[in-house]
């Protein structure tokens, strides 16, 4: 092929040469370091059927080699990747991307007409600093809502795999795991995937995959209002290491003024309070499913309520929504709290008199350091010198039964002195 073409010198003047081509991150693969070739005027190009410069590599282990396909005049006419046409800022397809910036294709299709087209881009290309698309791209909106909730902010390796062995189809593969290609069932023949044209591609017209991401796109859930209008807190999720509060702040500010923002690092995951619940409902609106900050797609939600939170407490929930499990040997609820009769130690605890020890025949060891008091009906009778002890405080009361020995009105906090008679 490359040598018919060398031969022709007719209108050689618009080939192209080229020293690196344009890839996306999926085709060019994760290794940084691969062996490229480079073969100049080795193809036509299947858009303008111009010859251009031919590359060739593998992204990676088990991998399909790749080549470009399209010169670059037409990769920059559409900003799409010289491989596989997607575009190079979403990695959606060009009718997806039309779709939703409202952009019609004039391209024409004849090949005069197609040759004097690509020659005025090209010189528009020439004039302009690289920066911006040319052509009807250039001159349509910067993003749109559908753009944002279906752009690939990750690069999808899978993408690059083998083809489906045909020989291993038809049983007749001898290699085994030493195969190149895949030992899979393949697609079937009535699903619309499985006829894709790279041309149907480049115009945005009948593209298979455009179609079911195009549909997928208005089936998207949405997120809806919580009942209580008090909530005027965000959550977002999915932070990584390299987001910080202020790359948050910079992009909630333009909603609304800002009370707090709360980061957890741990969690991975940041709480924005709006100081009013307007700014926080367009902040949801503009955000949820939408949100793309340092290549990362973050979660948008709604933060709860604090009655919500109180009442998962209450019922044995944790403020995160775990449910809490019930510690062994202590009772699954605590009896409301009784008046106090300073008059019977039981009392001081909010313990039935029933339950004490004494009542229960229940012989408790005594603290260690002290001495031994005598068994009851000997000896001289205990006594307080400085009156019966305080109650302890609320919120150190046990529950309604002694489940420790430390538990005892007797012996909690009261400092017993004998007193022995001659």
Same mark, same amino acid.
Not at 123 to 133: A, H, L, Y
Not at 326 to 349: I, K, M, Q, R, W
């Given at each position: 092929?490359?040598?018919?073409?060398?031969?022709?010198?007719?209108?050689?003047?618009?080939?192209?040469?080229?020293?690196?081509?344009?890839?996306?991150?999926?085709?060019?693969?994760?290794?940084?370091?691969?062996?490229?070739?480079?073969?100049?005027?080795?193809?036509?190009?299947?858009?303008?059927?111009?010859?251009?410069?031919?590359?060739?590599?593998?992204?990676?282990?088990?991998?399909?080699?790749?080549?470009?396909?399209?010169?670059?005049?037409?990769?920059?006419?559409?900003?799409?990747?010289?491989?596989?046409?997607?575009? !190079?800022?979403?990695?959606?397809?060009?009718?997806?991307?039309?779709?939703?910036?409202?952009?019609?294709?004039?391209?024409?299709?004849?090949?005069?007409?197609?040759?004097?087209?690509?020659?005025?881009?090209?010189?528009?290309? *020439?004039?302009?600093?690289?920066?911006?698309?040319?052509?009807?791209?250039?001159?349509?909106?910067?993003?749109?809502?559908?753009? !944002?909730?279906?752009?690939? +902010?990750?690069?999808?390796?899978?993408?690059?795999?083998?083809?489906?062995?045909?020989?291993?189809?038809?049983?007749?593969?001898?290699?085994?795991?030493?195969?190149?290609?895949?030992?899979?069932?393949?697609?079937?023949?009535?699903?619309?995937? @499985?006829?894709?044209?790279?041309?149907?591609?480049?115009?945005?017209?009948?593209? =298979?995959?455009?179609?079911?991401?195009?549909?997928?796109? +208005?089936?998207?859930?949405?997120?809806?209002?919580?009942?209580?209008?008090?909530?005027?807190?965000?959550?977002?999720?999915?932070?990584?290491?390299?987001?910080?509060?202020?790359?948050?702040?910079?992009?909630?500010? *333009?909603?609304?003024?800002?009370?707090?923002?709360?980061?957890? *690092?741990?969690?991975?995951?940041?709480?924005?309070?709006? $100081?009013?619940? *307007?700014?926080?409902?367009?902040?949801?609106?503009?955000?949820?499913?939408?949100?793309?900050?340092?290549?990362?797609?973050?979660?948008?939600?709604?933060?709860?309520?604090?009655? @919500?939170?109180?009442?998962?407490?209450?019922?044995?929930?944790?403020?995160?929504?775990?449910?809490?499990?019930?510690?062994?040997?202590?009772?699954?609820?605590?009896? =409301? =709290?009784?008046?106090?009769?300073?008059? $019977?130690?039981?009392?001081?605890?909010?313990?039935?008199?029933? $339950? $004490?020890?004494?009542?229960?025949? !229940?012989?408790?060891?005594?603290?260690?350091?002290?001495?031994?008091?005598?068994?009851?009906?000997?000896?001289?009778?205990?006594?307080?010198?400085?009156?019966?002890?305080?109650?302890?405080?609320?919120?150190?009361?046990?529950?309604?039964?002694?489940?420790?020995?430390?538990?005892?009105?007797?012996?909690?906090?009261?400092?017993?002195?004998?007193?022995?008679?001659?």
């Amino acid at each position: 092929m490359a040598t018919s073409l060398g031969s022709n010198t007719y209108n050689r003047q618009n080939w192209e040469d080229s020293d690196f081509p344009i890839l996306c991150q999926t085709c060019l693969g994760e290794n940084p370091y691969i062996r490229m070739t480079k073969e100049k005027y080795g193809k036509e190009c299947k858009i303008c059927a111009r010859p251009f410069t031919v590359f060739r590599w593998c992204p990676g282990v088990r991998m399909r080699f790749k080549k470009t396909e399209v010169c670059q005049t037409c990769s920059k006419m559409k900003n799409v990747c010289q491989t596989c046409l997607l575009d !190079l800022e979403y990695g959606l397809p060009i009718q997806v991307r039309d779709t939703s910036l409202s952009i019609k294709d004039e391209m024409p299709r004849s090949d005069v007409n197609k040759e004097y087209y690509t020659q005025n881009m090209e010189r528009e290309i *020439q004039n302009s600093d690289g920066t911006r698309p040319v052509g009807m791209l250039g001159k349509a909106q910067s993003s749109s809502d559908m753009l !944002l909730k279906l752009a690939r +902010t990750a690069p999808y390796y899978t993408r690059n795999r083998p083809h489906i062995c045909s020989f291993w189809v038809k049983g007749e593969c001898k290699r085994g795991e030493e195969c190149p290609y895949r030992h899979e069932k393949p697609t079937d023949p009535d699903d619309p995937l @499985a006829d894709q044209n790279i041309k149907d591609r480049y115009y945005g017209i009948n593209d =298979p995959v455009a179609n079911k991401l195009l549909k997928r796109g +208005t089936t998207m859930p949405h997120l809806d209002l919580p009942d209580d209008k008090a909530i005027t807190t965000l959550y977002i999720g999915g932070l990584g290491e390299d987001i910080t509060d202020s790359d948050l702040r910079n992009h909630f500010y *333009q909603f609304g003024e800002i009370r707090s923002i709360t980061l957890v *690092q741990r969690q991975q995951c940041a709480f924005i309070q709006f $100081s009013t619940r *307007q700014g926080a409902e367009l902040a949801a609106e503009k955000s949820f499913n939408k949100l793309i900050i340092n290549g990362r797609r973050l979660v948008v939600k709604w933060g709860r309520s604090q009655a @919500a939170k109180g009442t998962d407490v209450r019922e044995g929930y944790s403020e995160m929504g775990t449910k809490l499990e019930p510690v062994p040997g202590l009772p699954a609820a605590l009896p =409301p =709290p009784t008046a106090l009769d300073h008059e $019977s130690p039981a009392n001081y605890f909010n313990l039935d008199p029933s $339950s $004490s020890p004494a009542a229960m025949n !229940l012989s408790l060891p005594p603290p260690p350091g002290l001495p031994n008091p005598p068994p009851p009906g000997f000896g001289p009778p205990m006594f307080h010198p400085m009156g019966p002890p305080p109650p302890p405080p609320m919120g150190l009361r046990p529950p309604g039964h002694i489940h420790y020995p430390s538990q005892d009105p007797h012996r909690m906090g009261a400092h017993a002195s004998i007193r022995h008679s001659d």
